[in-house]
């Protein structure tokens, strides 16, 4: 079977379990959101979420990749399964507890000492989140698509039903508006309904999902979680730098800026600009879930690596019609936000580019996954975070959200330079670097003209970079015959 089709199919189906809930996220949230709350209070939502992101990464410690690394290899995979979820559901547990007995001491050192219930929310939803991830691991691994596409859907409708709930529907019964318990206690904690909203969508999503397990007979083994900790601790460590290097310029950008400044402002702009790039993280995201056990079973077979390397050209070249559509129709795609957050949109071709990055970095890596090096992957993103960290704290105070999304670019790429560069010591793949650098260039070429020749009309804008776009697809197509590659249905 041709095995660009069934990656591309299985990435397709993978995507409506992202596209769908991030579109709606997007287009309605997102939308919602910039609307509802000013930019102050949006940048509430975008630090506390930053946390969220990095919590998530501890909670679950590789476990997912150690699932579907140890399930092509270990004949029960209902051992491995039961094993890894007892592990991550006790450590998410244990989490909560010390959640609520610190609750004031966090709070207070996040600046929320006025708003501890915000904590409890959220510890409360990732918990619930990371032992979820083990379930929809395993659903990705028996390669139950449909059915993780539809779970990722209904969570998120959930999420807008329970925001509508609390922001629009009970502030206008009129049993309620004059009802002093609500009034007092519940019509104003604003941004805080996001996160009670979240939590009871994680809660639904949790429980619907625990109901596999009346069918799986429960087996602990403590030798296989102890492999399963080795081999997924330097994950761990690769996915907290990872992330880190990811959300820690929001999280240090209100503490580095000076008290003249109004950093959740600032922050609020930052996040709803980011916003505008989530196109390529949903393609990055979906094509993530899709490959890894794909290039897992595809270890053993002979051409396996001929696969790999072809994979990141035409990967390379997605990621680039993406950038090109968002950054060309930013005309378009502002509108996904509110205007009062028009003054960073300057930043959205830069987050793009850094999100192609880390596209090529995911691609990249596999091969410290596949070989078992995972330590490699540990010391390459922490150099990234370091070098994040560092830059950060020297150029926010001065520049503010422009150097975190100048930095974010810069470290990306240099992650993705040091795994290149170890991974043809390690486990060569043999990539077509001169293609792959003649896609990237040949769109930020192409992106340069449309920017140079942009009007102050926006529908000329929209036409040209339309034309545009249409030219890189209609040139990468005559050079790689994508259409017939992903179509046809023998490897040949």
């Not at 206690?185 to 999503?205: D, E, K, M, P, Q």
């Not at 109004?262 to 899709?290: C, D, P």
Request: with cysteine; charged share 15%.
């Amino acid at each position: 079977m041709n095995p660009y089709k069934k990656l591309s199919g299985q990435a397709l189906i993978y995507g409506l379990g992202n596209i769908v809930p991030r579109v709606l996220n997007y287009t309605i949230l997102t939308f919602y959101y910039t609307r509802k709350f000013s930019p102050q209070e949006y940048g509430i939502v975008t630090e506390l979420y930053a946390y969220v992101a990095v919590l998530l990464i501890l909670l679950t410690y590789g476990m997912e990749t150690g699932l579907f690394k140890f399930s092509t290899t270990n004949k029960d995979n209902n051992t491995v399964f039961t094993t890894a979820l007892i592990s991550v559901a006790f450590t998410s547990l244990l989490f909560i507890v010390l959640i609520f007995y610190f609750k004031s001491d966090i709070a207070f050192l996040l600046n929320y000492k006025n708003n501890p219930e915000y904590i409890i929310y959220l510890s409360m939803a990732v918990a619930m989140d990371a032992i979820a991830s083990i379930f929809f691991a395993k659903l990705r691994i028996d390669n139950k698509v449909r059915i993780f596409a539809i779970l990722k859907i209904v969570n998120v409708l959930l999420t807008l039903a329970a925001v509508f709930i609390f922001l629009e529907l009970l502030p206008n019964l009129n049993s309620l508006k004059f009802n002093s318990w609500y009034n007092l206690h519940l019509r104003y904690i604003g941004v805080g309904y996001i996160f009670i909203s979240n939590t009871i969508a994680s809660f639904i999503i949790l429980l619907l999902l625990s109901f596999d397990l009346v069918y799986i007979k429960i087996r602990f083994n403590n030798r296989l979680l102890i492999d399963l900790l080795f081999y997924s601790v330097p994950l761990l460590i690769a996915g907290l730098a990872g992330i880190l290097n990811e959300t820690i310029d929001r999280i240090l950008l209100p503490r580095l800026l000076s008290k003249e400044s109004n950093a959740l402002y600032e922050l609020g702009i930052y996040g709803a600009n980011f916003r505008i790039a989530v196109l390529m993280t949903i393609f990055v995201q979906m094509f993530r879930y899709a490959a890894e056990p794909f290039f897992f079973n595809m270890q053993n077979q002979s051409d396996s690596k001929k696969i790999y390397a072809n994979i990141l050209k035409y990967f390379t070249i997605f990621l680039m019609i993406i950038f090109l559509t968002v950054a060309l129709e930013i005309d378009i795609f502002k509108y996904f936000i509110g205007s009062d957050y028009y003054e960073g949109l300057k930043i959205v071709p830069i987050i793009l580019l850094s999100n192609v990055f880390i596209g090529l970095l995911f691609n990249v890596n596999m091969w410290y996954k596949l070989s078992g090096h995972t330590m490699y992957g540990a010391y390459i993103t922490i150099c990234g975070a370091f070098l994040t960290i560092i830059l950060n704290t020297l150029f926010i105070p001065k520049y503010s959200y422009y150097a975190c999304a100048w930095i974010h670019l810069l470290s990306n790429f240099v992650m993705l330079l040091l795994t290149y560069y170890l991974g043809q010591k390690k486990y060569r793949i043999p990539y077509d670097i001169k293609n792959i650098l003649k896609y990237i260039i040949y769109a930020l070429v192409l992106y340069l003209v449309g920017y140079i020749f942009r009007s102050e009309r926006e529908i000329i804008n929209i036409i040209v970079g339309l034309t545009l776009i249409l030219v890189y697809i209609i040139y990468c197509n005559s050079k790689e015959k994508l259409i017939y590659i992903f179509l046809n249905k023998n490897e040949n």
